[in-house]
């Protein structure tokens, strides 16, 4: 059973600070890793994907991946209240076009 | 604009009784997905396809049934067999063949029991 890991939360930032979010994944040959963030009642929305080893940046936003430990982290940087919400990483799996999901991390950050 | 609509947005069912969420994209995208939300739990997968007239279950798929007869339109019919049906619906999208092709998601159709 492919399997995707998240620690549920709540995980508490003060306004400003860093937000670290993580991931795991059960299956070597994963290919793609995607973070959204879901506001309460509302559909995800995209935040950043990453395939490759290393780290991507994309303004506040920071995915890192590291293949050969099976992790993938998204960093929020100059946490804002407004990013308090569910963030959601997926993996694509070789061979397939599911996506498998985390529980997901809820975010709070405190003003 | 291109997206994804779901309707309808709250639905209602009673005892007894199939209902049907309505999925359509207008992205051009060959792959589609429903995926359930209970609250406080992540997505867990009803039943996607990648090509017209064709289907796979996924983890949960006990209770709904599913068809894609056009390219831009799934529907997910919620059965009488499915005894616990409450809970949010999500329809999504996406393109086959790249690394880079998150899901695009629709907004969602509330499910309750009458």
């Known amino acids: 059973q492919k399997e995707v890991e998240q620690n549920s939360g709540p995980l508490s930032v003060p306004e400003g600070a860093i937000a670290s979010l993580n991931c795991t994944y059960s299956?070597?040959?994963?290919?793609?890793f995607f973070w959204y963030r879901q506001y309460s009642g509302k559909s995800p929305e995209l935040i950043m994907f990453?395939?490759?080893?290393g780290d991507k940046e994309d303004g506040r936003f920071t995915a890192q991946l590291n293949k050969a430990s099976q992790y993938v982290s998204l960093l929020i940087r100059d946490s804002q209240p407004s990013d308090s919400a569910t963030y959601l990483c997926?993996?694509?799996?070789?061979?397939?076009?599911?996506?498998?999901f985390g529980t997901g991390t809820r975010l709070k950050v405190l003003a | 604009d291109g997206g994804i609509t779901q309707s309808p947005k709250y639905l209602f069912r009673k005892e007894g009784q199939n209902v049907t969420l309505s999925c359509e994209q207008n992205?051009?995208?060959?792959?589609m997905y429903w995926y359930r939300q209970d609250p406080g739990q992540g997505l867990r997968l009803i039943y996607y396809?990648?090509?017209?007239?064709?289907?796979q279950k996924g983890d949960i798929a006990e209770g709904y049934s599913v068809s894609r007869e056009k390219k831009e339109s799934f529907p997910l019919t919620v059965t009488s067999a499915q005894k616990n049906p409450t809970a949010f619906y999500l329809c999504?999208?996406?393109?086959?063949?790249?690394?880079?092709?998150?899901?695009?998601f629709g907004d969602g159709t509330r499910l309750s029991i009458l």
């Open positions: 999504a999208s996406s393109a086959l063949g790249r690394l880079d092709q998150p899901q695009h």
């Open positions: 299956d070597r040959g994963s290919q793609s």
């Open positions: 990453i395939y490759s080893n």
């Open positions: 997926a993996a694509v799996f070789s061979g397939t076009y599911k996506y498998i």
């Open positions: 992205l051009n995208h060959d792959a």
């Open positions: 396809s990648q090509i017209v007239n064709d289907f």
